[in-house]
């Protein structure tokens, strides 16, 4: 009786775990590619090569963006298997 308590209190941490993590993702989606295209564009700016370093920075945010949304979505199964080995 006291483990169903003990799970039922774990379940929801777990979950409000991923959900953080999870919920991150559109705004690293949004905030990776303007960062890269700030520095793109300054880099324009600064060397003449319009457009051509602000389509470089855009691409490598969301290559940035990319391995990082994969890092999380590896960290939620981790959240998910360390749940079920303790059960």
Do not use: C
């Amino acid at each position: 009786m006291g483990r169903n308590k003990l799970d039922s209190k774990r379940r929801p941490d777990k979950h409000l775990r991923q959900v953080g993590l999870l919920a991150t993702i559109p705004a690293i989606l949004f905030i990776a590619p303007g960062i890269g295209y700030l520095i793109g564009r300054w880099a324009d700016d600064k060397f003449g090569t319009a457009p051509y370093l602000l389509i470089v920075g855009i691409l490598l945010g969301f290559g940035a963006a990319g391995i990082e949304v994969y890092r999380l979505a590896r960290k939620s199964e981790e959240i998910e298997r360390e749940d079920d080995e303790k059960q």
